[in-house]
T-cell receptor
Framework: EAAVTQSPRSKVAVTGGKVTLSCHQT?????MYWYRQDTGHGLRLIHY???????EKGDIPDGYKASRPSQENFSLILELASLSQTAVYFC????????????FGPGTRLTVL | QQQVRQSPQSLTVWEGETAILNCSYE??????FPWYQQFPGEGPALLIS?????NKKEDGRFTIFFNKREKKLSLHIADSQPGDSATYFC???????????FGKGTLLTVTP
């Protein structure tokens, strides 16, 4: 049974609209991450969290907010979606930072029109 | 600023050959280097990793060679199989920055 799940798996949004991507993990991990993947750019870290009710900025946080209401759940919020935010978004979890293996979800394909 | 670079962008090998994927980095503080494998439509998954105190790590057909002085490493996939066709990401972390920094990936195609 998948330990990191994401919803929705795909979404079409309109420019200027609000988008919320959700992630749920059953690994009992403290750390959770949001990455975006674009062709030619690999994976880039948007936000991460190491404890509930706290989030940290990653390498490309502009235009995104994150929420960690519980250990199991981590959301990524696009308040005003833009065309440039069309990408595949991956959530991951790990039991600690640094050298710990990160377990990825299946991804959410977001298209902003 | 691309701190982790991968080459080639894409690589095609015949079944049974050894595929060699290259990675280099800039930050001397990096001391942990995992390789992630990603199949189309899926999230990446850890394949093999190495710490900078080692210069070689083997796991079955997969071997990492690490050169700390040159800040380079490579992933060798021996006896490549069509099922190895995937995108491979080199990543790095270490020092006070424990976040993983990913390279752009190498798309490997193994032809039967």
């Amino acid at each position: 049974e998948a330990a990191v799940t994401q919803s929705p798996r795909s979404k079409v949004a309109v420019t200027g609209g609000k988008v919320t991507l959700s992630c749920h993990q059953t690994n009992n991990h403290d750390y959770m991450y949001w990455y975006r993947q674009d062709t030619g750019h690999g994976l880039r870290l948007i936000h991460y969290s190491y404890v509930a009710d706290s989030t940290e900025k990653g390498d490309i946080p502009d235009g995104y907010k994150a929420s960690r209401p519980s250990q199991e759940n981590f959301s990524l919020i696009l308040e005003l979606a833009s065309l440039s935010q069309t990408a595949v978004y991956f959530c991951a979890s790990s039991d600690w930072g640094g050298y710990a293996e990160q377990f990825f979800g299946p991804g959410t394909r977001l298209t902003v029109l | 600023q691309q701190q982790v670079r991968q080459s080639p962008q894409s690589l095609t090998v015949w079944e049974g050959e050894t595929a060699i994927l290259n990675c280099s980095y800039e930050n001397s503080a990096f001391d942990y280097f995992p390789w992630y494998q990603q199949f189309p439509g899926e999230g990446p998954a850890l394949l093999i990793s190495i710490l900078s105190v080692s210069n070689k790590k083997e796991d079955g057909r997969f071997t990492i060679f690490f050169n700390k002085r040159e800040k380079k490493l490579s992933l060798h996939i021996a006896d490549s199989q069509p099922g190895d066709s995937a995108t491979y990401f080199c990543a790095a972390s270490g020092g006070s920055n424990y976040k993983l920094t990913f390279g752009k990936g190498t798309l490997l195609t193994v032809t039967p």
